[in-house]
C-alpha cells in the first residue's frame, strides 16, 4: 500500500470523529477555559503529549498555563481548570487528579471517548471524541493502531478551542507569537 493513501484513509477517519463531536460540549469548555484564574493539563502517555501541546497555545494566548507533574506547577485552586486527556477515562492517576481537583473547588474538563467513565462522571464538562480506544481492539473499526485515531482526535479539537479562544480573548498570532519561547 502506498503511504499517501494511508494519510487520505487517515484524513478521512480524522473528518468522521471531527462531525461527531457536540459544539455544546466543546463551547462549555471553551467558556470555563475563558474565565479561568489557571489552567492545568495531564494525560498520560500519547494523550499526555497532546495535551502538553494544548498547555503551550494557551501559554501562547497569555493563560496561566501548566503541565501537571512539572517542578513548577502551582497548586490547583477555586478558580482553576485541571484539562484532562484520557481515552479510557479511567486512568488511575488522572482519576485521582480530577477528584483532588474538584474537592479544591477547581473545575475539570475531560476530553474522553467514554462519557460514562469514572473521570467522564466526575467532569464539569466531558467532551466525547468518537475514535477507537487501544483496548477496543475489534469494537471500533479504524485503520490505525491503538489509539492513533483518538490522539490525533484530540490535538486537532485541543487546536480547534483554541482558535475560539483566540476569537474571544481577541488574539492574533502575531500577538501569541510574542509569549513564544525564545530561548530556542
Excluded at 462531525?19 to 489552567?39: D, G, I, P, R, Y
Excluded at 469494537?139 to 483566540?166: A, H, N, V, W, Y
Amino acid at each position: 500500500m502506498m503511504v499517501k493513501s494511508n494519510v487520505v484513509s487517515i484524513l478521512r477517519e480524522l473528518e468522521q470523529a471531527a462531525n461527531l463531536l457536540s459544539e455544546k460540549e466543546l463551547t462549555e469548555a471553551m467558556l470555563l477555559l475563558a474565565e479561568a484564574s489557571q489552567v492545568f493539563v495531564a494525560g498520560a502517555g500519547r494523550s499526555g503529549l497532546m495535551g502538553r501541546s494544548f498547555a503551550m497555545r494557551l501559554a501562547h494566548l497569555g493563560v496561566p498555563t501548566f503541565v501537571v507533574g512539572e517542578t513548577t506547577t502551582p497548586p490547583i485552586r477555586k478558580g482553576d481548570v485541571l484539562v484532562l486527556c484520557t481515552g479510557s477515562g479511567e486512568t488511575k492517576s488522572l482519576l485521582s487528579m480530577a477528584q483532588k481537583a474538584k474537592s479544591l473547588g477547581a473545575s475539570v474538563v475531560v476530553l474522553t471517548i467514554h462519557k460514562q467513565s469514572s473521570i467522564g462522571q466526575l467532569a464539569d464538562v466531558a467532551i466525547q471524541i468518537h475514535a477507537a480506544a487501544k483496548e477496543d481492539e475489534g469494537e471500533r473499526k479504524s485503520i490505525q493502531p491503538m489509539g492513533s485515531l483518538f490522539e490525533q482526535s484530540l490535538i486537532i479539537t485541543l487546536d480547534g478551542i483554541i482558535l475560539s479562544l483566540m476569537k474571544k480573548m481577541n488574539q492574533d498570532t502575531g500577538a501569541m507569537f510574542q509569549r513564544h519561547a525564545n530561548l530556542e
